[in-house]
């Protein structure tokens, strides 16, 4: 189990020589995922050695140019390199439609399939479901229909206890599927047992990441998030610039660390610089003084939680 993202882009606005806007890939519990696509997201696929091969499940927060317009031309590439692996993609609706349309102009429909996940709820709402793995959206507050996504890992399943089983030589090893399942031991004789709870250990705490794109300082994701291991969250701001919160609908990196202290995060992620600061460090300092556990996103970094 463990939680390993990699920062690709994580600039606002423009994409300029050194800084790149949106784009993050995140491997959890063995399943792979692309978060928004800003331009550029493909030639950073590269430079950071993620397999292109690898991504089957794109999340597009919202319909702005820094958060998908890496989009079409991913897309494009993939054709161009024989794909065959079916591509799903879920964002705001209206997403089907722009990329379509640009495919259906330049005459490029894709030999894999492409499925596409609309969304418009403003209620927080399972999207993606396997055996290991859940994704909620999370809404947010921008000035566009806007989602963020919470990974969460599903409950593995109970340890083995060798000592306790070893102790006990009626367990066979075609037993161990269903202790590993939370079953008791049943003996042949069928009325005694063995408490699963004597046998077993509790499974690893499911870990979970929780990506809050662009939004205004908007407490009601807390409770969505509550208790994430890893929370990014978008501080566009200082508290210098705060009355531009208002009308551009980003937060500052207070704000941030407001929404990670009162959700208990483990571990705060700030990124979606504005390109009026210089000296990102001062984003890490303002938050720190409301929540401890804070570091800056920049492209090509990595955060692994075990």
């Known amino acids: 189990m463990s939680i390993k993202l990699t920062i690709l882009g994580c600039h606002s606005a423009s994409p300029r020589q050194n800084a790149f806007p949106t784009a993050q890939f995140l491997e959890i519990k063995d399943r792979n995922f692309l978060i928004d696509c800003g331009e550029g997201t493909q030639t950073l696929l590269r430079k950071h050695k993620v397999s292109f091969s690898k991504i089957k499940h794109i999340f597009i927060s919202h319909l702005h140019g820094d958060h998908f317009y890496g989009l079409i031309g991913l897309i494009s590439t993939f054709g161009l390199n024989n794909r065959e692996n079916d591509l799903h993609i879920y964002g705001p609706k209206g997403i089907k439609e722009v990329i379509t349309l640009q495919i259906k102009l330049a005459k490029s429909w894709t030999k894999y399939k492409l499925f596409f996940h609309e969304l418009e709820s403003n209620e927080s709402e399972l999207i993606f479901e396997d055996k290991k793995i859940q994704v909620y959206t999370i809404p947010l507050k921008h000035r566009v229909y806007t989602n963020g ?158």
Do not use: W
């Open 149 to 306: 996504f919470l990974f969460q890992e599903k409950i593995g399943e109970r340890k083995l206890n060798m000592d306790a089983i070893e102790a006990n030589p009626e367990i066979e090893i075609c037993d161990y599927h269903n202790l590993k399942k939370g079953k008791d031991f049943v003996y042949e004789d069928g009325q005694t047992s063995i408490s699963n709870s004597k046998l077993t250990y509790p499974p690893n705490k499911p870990l979970s990441y929780a990506f809050c794109s662009d939004t205004q300082y908007h407490p009601p994701v807390i409770p969505i998030i509550k208790n994430v291991d890893l929370l990014y969250h978008e501080a566009t701001f200082l508290e210098d610039k705060k009355e531009l919160t208002e009308r551009t609908k980003h937060s500052t990196a207070k704000e941030a660390a407001a929404i990670a202290k009162e959700a208990n995060v483990g571990r705060l992620i700030l990124g979606h610089y504005s390109s009026r600061y210089d000296d990102l460090n001062l984003f890490k300092e303002e938050a720190s003084t409301i929540f401890p556990n804070v570091s800056l996103a920049e492209s090509g970094k990595v955060f692994e939680i075990k």
